[in-house]
């Protein structure tokens, strides 16, 4: 990404200290001391001792770690991550496509996606698919969990859950800038203050991305333009109060410009210029605006019942204006047509290219307005008792009610293109290409109970997810919404989702975990249409050998009973959202994690070493053919597409009290865009890559730091996917340079 200068959220703790700390977790503190009880308003696991030590497996991203590495991409932040599978898109993580544990990655869509504990996709129920993300690069903490214990959070329980935790109230009086400015004219400015007093704190962020982007299109920006403000105050009472309570104010807002498209590029003309864009792609651009308002309360009756309660608000507004279809004389095609088969469509490819002088609306770009609204409550409680025989007890009750709507209001505009320039020919009507709100109304609970005798820990758990899907739909002739053909639907959806995870220590050194859990995804508003369902197991071990070495080793499986695919015009399809039924697939894997510390703990120089590895088999068990082409015809024996079967990473660092010097060595295995109808040679393939990225940071002093980054060593140019329609190029070699300064 270019804008890779990274953020300090607080005061810089390296990654051998941190490596460290895992160390002596692992060997001192182990999971028989898990009696703490860490509930938090806005977490979900804290920090990396908790994650260390659930009874399924999770994953804690620290600040430290986002700051040292650089990681304001969440597409590079998520690669140190084990059994997470994605995508890149835009090469700078604006709208990422995330996969947990051979999840459908397209558009993050089938995993539960929160900021600070509270559901923050556009519509979670109704229209999941993530075309807003939040801003990796003002956040303090990513936490994902995976496995049995997440159950606690939905809708989505099949793959996990990634919590996004925002800038935190700081004790005492702390203020940050950072600044910085690389290739591609790309910029990147910081600040932030906040403090606590007796019963008030407060913390002010702001943070700006810009970058001309480093697509070539004559004359024209491919870049974008960010603005992120982020605002909390909180009350908390004093020390004395017999029953201490809190209440946190979060206001949170975004808005973007972003010159993306869908239109990518042929085979020939990737080989030839893989950042070239066509000349029909000008006028394609994102307009976005995301508000937030959060009300939090958190109630201590005592030292083992707890209380905390959200209110939110989230409101998404978007309008990309991009091209859709070419039109030669009564012939319209879609742009995954033409690219995909260019030798098939030479006089659609000229237009897209701009080198004929067009007919009359040949090219149609569609202006894809929507505007996203969810709003809910949510409540959980936990409370925690020591019983007989030393037995410790822990149990925890959530519900939440939440309604989400998606608001669709499109138009179609026609285009002509002459020497390079494309002029509007028409206006379309507004509404005439879609004209409906999707709507979820949902209550969801939830009962987790933790119980831990000498070295066996049990949490079993049950959710419970009552959904109302509905849809109504205008027609394209009714602008005003005046109900004369309006069409109406309605499914009524009702889910219980069982789970049991276990932990057993068999030293301080070595411990096992795993579980069983029931997958799920809500479907759509069609009436009768059933939701995602598998079955879910996870087996893992966690090991310390010697204060050098930890690290985990898990497998899982996870058996689909009904696999839902989603009609993503970001995957090639038409754009409807409608899911569509894919039959049995059986996804098999293996997660490894191994940190290595080879220095001496009180040696000037560290040099400590992190490795990751996902091998994931994801294979349909039955066979179908997709009526848009979303995966083409499926044969059983397929694989899933757009799932990597191996992937890895390798994080090296060389720290000094002065210094430090960040290594990241990324390998992508290879994936299909289709299945292959029973031969693998047929599926359209994303081929492997590696990539090396390099930070690193000077301390002038123990608050100013010099920092620097090379995104893309090598400058490896290599095809990032085949979606939406075309090649299209993964971030190519950037240097980038600034200063970072702290109260």
């Not at 959070?153 to 400015?181: K, W």
């Not at 839902?564 to 409608?578: H, N, W």
């Not at 893309?712 to 200063?739: D, K, Q």
Request: charged share 20%; net charge negative; aromatic share 12%.
């Amino acid at each position: 990404m270019k804008l890779l200068i990274s953020l300090s959220f607080c005061t810089v703790l390296s990654l051998s200290k941190i490596q460290a700390q895992q160390n002596t977790l692992a060997v001192n503190d182990s999971i028989q001391n898990l009696d703490e009880v860490i509930i938090k308003a806005n977490t979900i696991l804290g920090n990396k001792y908790v994650a260390q030590n659930r009874t399924g497996a999770s994953y804690f991203l620290s600040s430290e770690e986002l700051t040292d590495f650089g990681f304001i991409d969440i597409n590079r932040a998520l690669k140190s991550v084990p059994g997470v599978n994605l995508y890149e898109e835009d090469g700078f993580g604006l709208r990422p496509n995330i996969s947990l544990r051979g999840t459908s990655p397209q558009r993050s869509s089938k995993i539960t996606l929160m900021e600070d504990g509270v559901l923050i996709a556009p519509a979670p129920y109704s229209s999941p698919a993530a075309y807003y993300f939040p801003s990796v690069a003002r956040m303090q903490a990513i936490e994902i969990l995976k496995g049995s214990s997440q159950v606690q959070y939905g809708p989505f329980t099949t793959g996990g859950v990634i919590n996004l935790v925002s800038t935190a109230i700081p004790e005492e009086l702390t203020g940050r800038f950072q600044s910085s400015y690389g290739s591609f004219n790309s910029s990147q400015l910081y600040s932030s203050i906040g403090q606590s007093g007796k019963n008030l704190g407060y913390v002010i962020e702001y943070l700006q991305l810009n970058s001309d982007g480093f697509k070539e299109l004559e004359e024209e920006n491919t870049g974008f333009d960010i603005n992120d403000l982020m605002g909390k105050i909180k009350w908390q009472s004093s020390s004395e109060a017999t029953i201490k309570q809190s209440v946190e104010l979060k206001y949170h807002y975004y808005d973007e410009v972003s010159n993306e498209t869908y239109l990518g590029l042929t085979e020939n003309d990737f080989n030839i210029n893989a950042y070239s864009r066509y000349a029909a792609s000008q006028e394609d651009v994102m307009k976005a605006t995301q508000k937030q308002l959060m009300l939090t309360h958190t109630l201590n009756f005592t030292n083992n019942l707890k209380m905390v309660s959200n209110a939110y608000q989230n409101t998404f507004k978007r309008n990309w204006y991009k091209l859709d279809a070419v039109q030669v004389g009564t012939s319209r095609s879609k742009l995954a047509q033409i690219v995909n088969a260019p030798e098939q469509y030479p006089d659609q490819m000229r237009v897209l290219r701009g080198e004929d002088v067009s007919q009359t609306d040949a090219l149609f770009v569609k202006a894809n307005n929507r505007v996203y609204t969810a709003k809910g409550i949510q409540t959980k409680l936990d409370y925690h008792w020591y019983g007989n025989n030393g037995t410790f007890h822990d149990l925890e009750v959530g519900v939440r009610y939440h309604y989400d709507e998606e608001d669709r209001f499109q138009w179609e505009d026609g285009y002509a293109i002459q020497n390079g320039s494309m002029q509007m020919t028409s206006e379309g009507v507004k509404g005439a290409k879609g004209n409906r709100i999707a709507s979820a109304t949902a209550l969801a609970a939830y009962v987790l109970y933790k119980y831990k005798y000498k070295n066996w820990t049990l949490t079993p758990g049950v959710r419970l997810e009552s959904i109302v899907l509905a849809r109504e739909d205008f027609g394209s002739a009714d602008a005003n919404r005046t109900g004369n053909n309006l069409s109406e639907r309605e499914n009524d959806v009702l889910a219980i989702i069982p789970g049991m995870g276990f932990n057993y220590t068999f030293s301080n050194r070595m411990s096992i975990f795993g579980g069983i859990h029931k997958g799920f995804s809500p479907p759509g508003s069609a009436p009768g249409e059933k939701a995602e369902e598998s079955l879910n197991f996870e087996l893992g071990s966690r090991f310390a050998y010697g204060e050098k070495i930890n690290g985990e080793l898990i497998g899982f499986f996870n058996n689909y009973s009904n696999l839902l695919g989603s009609d993503l015009a970001a995957s090639g399809g038409t754009g409807s959202l409608d899911p569509f039924n894919a039959g049995a697939v059986d996804v098999r894997g293996a997660e490894v994690l191994i940190n290595y510390n080879p220095s001496l703990p009180n040696h000037a120089l560290q040099f400590p070493i992190s490795f990751t590895y996902t091998y994931t088999d994801a294979i349909f068990q039955s066979s179908f053919g997709s009526n848009e082409d979303i995966w083409g015809v499926v044969a059983k024996g397929d694989r899933v597409p757009y799932i990597s079967k191996h992937q890895w990473t390798l994080n090296t660092r060389m720290e000094h009290k002065k210094y430090e010097i960040n290594t990241s060595i990324r390998y992508n295995g290879a994936f299909g865009t289709q299945a292959g109808n029973g031969n693998p040679e047929a599926t359209a393939s994303v081929e492997d890559y590696l990539i090396v990225d390099l930070s690193s940071q000077w301390h002038l002093t123990p608050k100013i730091s010099v920092t620097g980054q090379i995104v893309n060593l090598f400058n490896t140019v290599y095809v990032a996917s085949r979606v939406p329609a075309g090649l299209r190029p993964g971030h190519p070699f950037g240097v980038y340079a600034g200063m970072r300064f702290m109260l």
